[in-house]
């Protein structure tokens, strides 16, 4: 949790977005043009990987559907069925 919140202030902090495009060039050492020279582009493909998200490990349904169960709201319905068949059973 705390990397996420000091993740979060270090965000507030960023100010590239308030630079004019020639200062946004010499910081990423790009041409506006042209864009990233090849050998350029590939060095940073290196250095920083691919510009995709990372997998997520997925839950399986059926955990997911217990976890419905499991609820606070559902558990108290769940046991207000259970007291219906049980009153209805004494009464026959």
């Given at each position: 949790m705390q990397a996420s919140?000091?993740?979060?202030?270090?965000?507030?902090?960023?100010e590239e977005h308030l630079w004019d495009k020639n200062k946004l060039c010499m910081k990423y050492k790009t041409d506006q043009t042209n864009g990233l020279t090849k050998k350029d582009a590939e060095a940073l493909l290196i250095?920083?990987?691919?510009?995709?998200?990372?997998?997520?490990?997925?839950t399986p349904w059926?955990?997911?559907?217990?976890?419905?169960?499991?609820g606070?709201?559902?558990l108290l319905l769940e046991f207000g069925g259970v007291l219906c068949f049980?009153?209805?059973s004494m009464d026959q």
């Open positions: 919140v000091a993740a979060t202030e270090e965000i507030r902090t960023w250095e920083h990987g691919k510009n995709q998200l990372t997998e997520k490990p997925s059926y955990v997911m559907l217990l976890h419905e169960f499991t606070f709201f559902s049980v009153g209805y």
